[in-house]
């Protein structure tokens, strides 16, 4: 009996519910986009007609600029930690730029496929499944982006702060997921599948 | 020590605020953000929702009375049998539930709402909203081009029947986008009860000591988070083979179906342990409180919980058995389907052994919960004969497999749920329901429902196939379809009861108080209906049963649980 917690003077500590329920959306996240990846493996090889995957360019430089900016999110994580706004503000930004030149090259990337190798969604299986897949990942980006220029914006008008540390870092957990799904994507579309 | 008790709420008088005029009070309701009205509102609206979709079976039913009938058209009962389907997994089973959930799981933890209260009202809209775009393909289906016609293929949507050559117009596109918009509410509503479970516990109340029913809601979130989102995938997927030609379940262009049929029920099988969870949730609660009993065995209900939750993502293609697998693939899926019987087996036996030895009270609740048990049991063993891959050669897609999902849902969560809502009505609106309807809805509910699904076994051992419009006098199904329609009346007969007892309790029922049932959990140490923020302090506790210690100083429960 004597045993039992005793509560009054007890810490009683519980985690942090933004990052439990970031935790919980990248578990549903990721389930979508295991599917997506099911069937574009499932589909390699089966084209009868239409370009093969042998068309693509490993998107290499994209893929630097991606994995780095978790590193560059990261840095601006622990400098609003401890306060640091200013340098915050810049890597925030860096991150943004780096999510940017992403979108781009993924951009320039369809344009070439379409215009140069005539691979569209209703190409053939190939094109279903490359654009679903790779479009999937790069519209996750871009909501990341319209978050990340949100919080850069208040963090220009003042409005973020040290006490805002445990929110940033809640978003940051979707972009470490999103770049995170890239390495999977590019390992089964330009390495396992190409 | 022991003077720390938990500080009964009751102590501060809730102010109730004044009924304003009609708009005032529609307005409160629309703009809430309290888990407790968000609880009422998603379980009114699947209420709602199951009286629509027990018309639709009504209806099927009464096509199916006499062979040759036609008292409606064969396009109308293809889009009525899926309709019924899509209607009660998605807007009654999986509503009500988050319902239950919503309202209590933060109560029995001892918290003041949801972690997120504005993402839980988004969610319940989302559902809400998505409810009545399926709906309304009744009139927009067919766009401007005629008649609006609904989804018509099986609730499960098997391609290419889906495509846009065997299915145009917009029908299938309303049930894709109505199912995202729920799904989406569905999934916000998971990782809002997965935050307040793990991060909003009040003081003392340890994993370990949280009542069974958050427990299971906790594996049913963490569940739905994996299943019901490959199903948008799906969706995402048919969409996108009919709007911008894409060839996912095209055959034509080398896509398979078969793609779509295992993404159907990688979805599909987990599903139906989202909707039988919270059913074991609420008989967690009523069964050890009108028995007079701690529940048996409160470790291995959690474990075979979590148990049931892994094993059911290993099990869907027990749907599939007769599309031609490998035997290897056939032996698998036997296998890991009959896992899940040891695992709800487990529960069975500790349900019983609650109830062994225990002072019963056969109150409604408690009739409820012991007629799902006995049908849950006959549901489980008919499952574990369809799970064997020849045995479901023979009777897949027969009414032997109708009567058998049936069991479950209608014999093992729609029982469950009525016993939710005379065991907490109370508590919801401070008055009591009429026992004596209670029991006639019982009784009445309960023969109508043997009279119909027993005899489905039997026309399907016959032979009768599933979805068919019409048959052929003389092959021995016309007597038992008969019966099964007058047991179809029965049960509508019996809702009805239960409609009635709820109107009528809800302004004419006696006052409850706070604690009808004498029970355990936190809920009960609220005023009823609680105030919105639930604890006027927030509670402590030391054991699974708070109020049986404050009731029991001298013998509290902390003294000898582990």
Same mark, same amino acid.
């Given at each position: 009996? @004597?045993? +039992?917690? $005793?509560?009054?003077? =007890?810490?009683? %500590?519980?985690?942090? /519910?933004? &990052?439990?329920?970031?935790?919980?959306?990248?578990?549903?996240?990721?389930?979508?986009?295991?599917?997506?990846?099911?069937?574009?493996?499932?589909?390699?090889?089966?084209?009868?007609?239409?370009?093969?995957?042998?068309?693509?360019?490993?998107?290499?430089?994209?893929?630097?600029?991606?994995?780095? @900016?978790? +590193?560059? $999110?990261?840095?601006? =994580?622990?400098? %609003?930690?401890?306060? /640091?706004? &200013?340098?915050?503000?810049?890597?925030?930004?860096?991150?943004?730029?780096?999510?940017?030149?992403?979108?781009?090259?993924?951009?320039?990337?369809?344009?070439?496929?379409?215009?140069?190798?005539?691979?569209?969604?209703?190409?053939?299986?190939?094109?279903?499944?490359?654009?679903?897949?790779?479009?999937?990942?790069?519209?996750?980006?871009?909501?990341?982006?319209?978050?990340?220029?949100?919080?850069?914006?208040?963090?220009?008008?003042?409005?973020?702060?040290?006490?805002?540390?445990?929110?940033?870092?809640?978003?940051?957990?979707?972009?470490?997921?999103?770049?995170?799904?890239?390495?999977?994507?590019?390992?089964?579309?330009?390495?396992?599948?190409? | 020590?022991?003077?720390?008790?938990?500080?009964?709420?009751?102590?501060?008088?809730?102010?109730?605020?004044?009924?304003?005029?009609?708009?005032?009070?529609?307005?409160?309701?629309?703009?809430?953000?309290?888990?407790?009205?968000?609880?009422?509102?998603?379980?009114?609206?699947?209420?709602?929702?199951?009286?629509?979709?027990?018309?639709?079976?009504?209806?099927?039913?009464?096509?199916?009375?006499?062979?040759?009938?036609?008292?409606?058209?064969?396009?109308?009962?293809?889009?009525?049998?899926?309709?019924?389907?899509?209607?009660?997994?998605?807007?009654?089973?999986?509503?009500?539930?988050?319902?239950?959930?919503?309202?209590?799981?933060?109560?029995?933890?001892?918290?003041?709402?949801?972690?997120?209260?504005?993402?839980?009202?988004?969610?319940?809209?989302?559902?809400?909203?998505?409810?009545?775009?399926?709906?309304?393909?009744?009139?927009?289906?067919?766009?401007?081009?005629?008649?609006?016609?609904?989804?018509?293929?099986?609730?499960?949507?098997?391609?290419?029947?889906?495509?846009?050559?065997?299915?145009?117009?917009?029908?299938?596109?309303?049930?894709?986008?109505?199912?995202?918009?729920?799904?989406?509410?569905?999934?916000?509503?998971?990782?809002?009860?997965?935050?307040?479970?793990?991060?909003?516990?009040?003081?003392?109340?340890?994993?370990?000591?949280?009542?069974?029913?958050?427990?299971?809601?906790?594996?049913?979130?963490?569940?739905?988070?994996?299943?019901?989102?490959?199903?948008?995938?799906?969706?995402?997927?048919?969409?996108?083979?009919?709007?911008?030609?894409?060839?996912?379940?095209?055959?034509?262009?080398?896509?398979?179906?078969?793609?779509?049929?295992?993404?159907?029920?990688?979805?599909?099988?987990?599903?139906?342990?989202?909707?039988?969870?919270?059913?074991?949730?609420?008989?967690?609660?009523?069964?050890?409180?009108?028995?007079?009993?701690?529940?048996?065995?409160?470790?291995?209900?959690?474990?075979?919980?979590?148990?049931?939750?892994?094993?059911?993502?290993?099990?869907?293609?027990?749907?599939?058995?007769?599309?031609?697998?490998?035997?290897?693939?056939?032996?698998?899926?036997?296998?890991?389907?009959?896992?899940?019987?040891?695992?709800?087996?487990?529960?069975?036996?500790?349900?019983?052994?609650?109830?062994?030895?225990?002072?019963?009270?056969?109150?409604?609740?408690?009739?409820?919960?012991?007629?799902?048990?006995?049908?849950?049991?006959?549901?489980?063993?008919?499952?574990?004969?369809?799970?064997?891959?020849?045995?479901?050669?023979?009777?897949?897609?027969?009414?032997?497999?109708?009567?058998?999902?049936?069991?479950?849902?209608?014999?093992?969560?729609?029982?469950?749920?009525?016993?939710?809502?005379?065991?907490?009505?109370?508590?919801?609106?401070?008055?009591?329901?009429?026992?004596?309807?209670?029991?006639?809805?019982?009784?009445?509910?309960?023969?109508?429902?043997?009279?119909?699904?027993?005899?489905?076994?039997?026309?399907?051992?016959?032979?009768?196939?599933?979805?068919?419009?019409?048959?052929?006098?003389?092959?021995?199904?016309?007597?038992?379809?008969?019966?099964?329609?007058?047991?179809?009346?029965?049960?509508?007969?019996?809702?009805?009861?239960?409609?009635?007892?709820?109107?009528?309790?809800?302004?004419?029922?006696?006052?409850?108080?706070?604690?009808?049932?004498?029970?355990?959990?936190?809920?009960?140490?609220?005023?009823?209906?609680?105030?919105?923020?639930?604890?006027?302090?927030?509670?402590?506790?030391?054991?699974?049963?708070?109020?049986?210690?404050?009731?029991?100083?001298?013998?509290?429960?902390?003294?000898?649980?582990?």
């Amino acid at each position: 009996m @004597s045993d +039992l917690p $005793i509560f009054a003077d =007890e810490p009683w %500590i519980l985690p942090s /519910r933004g &990052r439990i329920a970031m935790w919980s959306l990248i578990v549903a996240e990721s389930a979508i986009f295991s599917l997506f990846v099911v069937a574009y493996i499932y589909y390699i090889g089966r084209d009868q007609f239409g370009p093969t995957p042998s068309v693509l360019d490993r998107p290499i430089l994209n893929t630097v600029c991606l994995l780095s @900016s978790s +590193l560059t $999110i990261w840095i601006a =994580e622990r400098a %609003i930690e401890q306060g /640091r706004m &200013r340098r915050f503000a810049i890597f925030w930004a860096i991150t943004i730029l780096l999510g940017l030149k992403f979108i781009i090259g993924t951009i320039t990337e369809f344009r070439t496929l379409i215009n140069r190798d005539g691979l569209t969604i209703d190409a053939n299986l190939f094109g279903t499944t490359f654009y679903s897949l790779v479009g999937l990942h790069a519209t996750h980006v871009l909501v990341g982006l319209v978050g990340l220029s949100l919080i850069l914006a208040f963090t220009l008008f003042g409005k973020v702060n040290r006490s805002h540390a445990e929110r940033i870092q809640v978003f940051s957990m979707y972009w470490h997921f999103v770049d995170a799904v890239w390495v999977v994507v590019f390992t089964v579309v330009y390495i396992v599948g190409k | 020590m022991s003077d720390q008790t938990i500080p009964v709420s009751g102590s501060l008088q809730a102010a109730y605020p004044e009924r304003g005029t009609l708009l005032e009070w529609l307005h409160g309701w629309i703009v809430t953000v309290d888990h407790k009205k968000l609880g009422i509102l998603y379980i009114t609206y699947a209420l709602f929702f199951l009286l629509v979709g027990g018309v639709e079976a009504m209806l099927i039913r009464i096509q199916l009375m006499v062979p040759h009938n036609h008292v409606i058209s064969p396009e109308m009962y293809d889009e009525l049998f899926t309709m019924h389907g899509t209607t009660m997994v998605f807007l009654v089973g999986m509503p009500i539930l988050f319902g239950f959930a919503n309202y209590l799981v933060p109560i029995m933890i001892g918290a003041r709402d949801m972690a997120f209260p504005r993402l839980n009202a988004f969610s319940f809209w989302l559902t809400a909203f998505g409810g009545l775009l399926l709906y309304y393909s009744f009139l927009g289906g067919f766009g401007l081009y005629g008649m609006g016609n609904a989804p018509d293929v099986g609730w499960f949507a098997y391609a290419p029947l889906t495509g846009k050559s065997f299915s145009p117009g917009h029908n299938m596109d309303y049930w894709a986008l109505a199912l995202i918009v729920s799904g989406f509410g569905t999934v916000g509503t998971a990782i809002n009860i997965i935050a307040t479970t793990v991060s909003l516990r009040c003081k003392g109340m340890t994993f370990f000591r949280m009542p069974l029913f958050v427990w299971l809601l906790l594996v049913v979130s963490a569940l739905t988070l994996v299943t019901i989102t490959p199903l948008t995938a799906a969706q995402v997927m048919l969409l996108l083979d009919r709007y911008l030609g894409a060839h996912f379940f095209d055959a034509q262009a080398g896509g398979s179906p078969m793609l779509w049929i295992h993404f159907f029920w990688i979805f599909g099988h987990p599903e139906v342990y989202v909707l039988v969870l919270p059913a074991f949730a609420i008989a967690n609660e009523v069964i050890p409180v009108f028995s007079r009993k701690a529940i048996f065995g409160y470790p291995a209900m959690v474990a075979a919980s979590v148990g049931i939750g892994f094993t059911s993502l290993a099990v869907w293609a027990h749907h599939m058995f007769t599309v031609g697998m490998s035997s290897a693939g056939n032996s698998f899926f036997v296998i890991s389907t009959m896992v899940v019987g040891i695992f709800t087996g487990i529960k069975v036996f500790n349900w019983l052994a609650t109830m062994w030895g225990g002072s019963i009270t056969f109150s409604t609740p408690m009739l409820f919960c012991t007629g799902f048990l006995f049908q849950f049991l006959i549901a489980g063993l008919t499952g574990i004969m369809l799970a064997v891959a020849p045995w479901d050669w023979q009777l897949h897609n027969s009414y032997f497999l109708i009567a058998h999902f049936h069991y479950v849902l209608v014999g093992a969560i729609i029982m469950c749920i009525f016993a939710g809502f005379y065991y907490w009505f109370p508590k919801a609106t401070g008055r009591m329901m009429s026992e004596t309807l209670g029991k006639w809805h019982f009784w009445v509910f309960i023969i109508g429902f043997h009279m119909s699904f027993d005899t489905m076994h039997f026309v399907g051992l016959l032979g009768m196939p599933r979805s068919i419009y019409t048959y052929e006098p003389n092959r021995g199904w016309d007597t038992l379809n008969l019966i099964i329609t007058i047991g179809a009346f029965v049960q509508a007969v019996g809702v009805l009861i239960f409609v009635w007892n709820l109107v009528h309790a809800y302004f004419r029922g006696k006052l409850a108080g706070p604690d009808p049932w004498d029970a355990w959990t936190l809920e009960w140490a609220t005023p009823s209906p609680p105030p919105a923020y639930n604890f006027a302090v927030e509670p402590e506790v030391r054991s699974r049963r708070p109020l049986w210690d404050i009731k029991h100083p001298n013998d509290p429960d902390w003294k000898y649980e582990q």
